[in-house]
């Protein structure tokens, strides 16, 4: 099956720097990439996500790029604030394995004001 | 919040006893997923369902059973739970037959004694 590795598993920045957070993925099959957020004792929310078809994809602050050569996939959050402050999830997923989402492990980011 | 609840929110019970955990949409998805999220493992399927009574195996399965005989109900069963099993678990509803956004339920904390 789908393998998806995350890393790094902890982030700290200083407000308003940058953050990276980089996923690899096993499956060639896999098409779909989503990243989801999860406040301490909340859900995880989609906040992004990226389809193969695609390079890149922003929103805001937050953008997603994807090489599917590499089989990588990263998040990037620009001018961070104190309420980017979460667990950070990425995902991959594929119509050939019956819509199963694989998640990597998660990275805590800390926004230090 | 967006049609998909789950019951009970928490609960605490002993080494071998059952425990069945509901899951329960209005919004008529196909797809409905059960995840467990544990510090360090991210969040791994236990198992997911594409139809009434259509189920499937995730990546940790084992000690689990589930069950869905109706479009918004998805049931997830420890036939005699273990300390292994304690955990939070999640819901999920697919919002696309094509690989689409995945929306989580508020999620349910098991401790097994």
């Known amino acids: 099956g789908e393998n998806v590795e995350q890393h790094p598993s902890t982030l700290s920045v200083q407000e308003g720097d940058s953050a990276v957070i980089k996923c690899t993925y096993s499956d060639s099959a896999s098409n779909y990439f989503p990243w989801y957020k999860q406040e301490l004792g909340k859900r995880p929310q989609l906040i992004i996500d990226?389809?193969?078809?695609?390079g890149e994809k922003k929103d805001q602050r937050i953008a997603v790029t994807l090489n599917k050569t590499a089989k990588h996939f990263s998040l990037h959050i620009t001018e961070t604030q104190p309420e980017d402050s979460a667990v950070y999830f990425c995902?991959?997923?594929?119509?050939?394995?019956?819509?199963?989402?694989?998640f990597g492990t998660g990275t805590s980011l800390t926004v230090i004001p | 919040d967006a049609g998909i609840t789950q019951s009970p929110r928490h609960k605490v019970t002993e080494t071998g006893t059952p425990v069945t955990l509901r899951c329960h949409q209005t919004e008529n998805h196909r797809y409905m997923y059960w995840y467990r999220q544990d510090p360090g493992h991210g969040l791994r399927l236990i198992h997911y369902?594409?139809?009434?009574?259509?189920?499937d195996k995730g990546e940790v399965s084992d000690g689990y059973s589930v069950s869905r005989s109706k479009t918004e109900d998805f049931l997830l069963t420890l036939e005699s739970a273990t300390s292994s099993q304690t955990s939070v678990y999640f819901c999920?509803?697919?919002?696309?037959?094509?690989?689409?956004?995945?929306?989580f339920g508020e999620g349910s904390r098991l401790t097994v004694l």
């Open positions: 369902s594409y139809g009434v009574k259509d189920t």
């Open positions: 995902a991959a997923s594929s119509g050939n394995t019956g819509n199963q989402f694989y």
């Open positions: 999920a509803i697919g919002t696309s037959d094509n690989t689409g956004e995945l929306f």
């Open positions: 990226i389809r193969s078809n695609v």
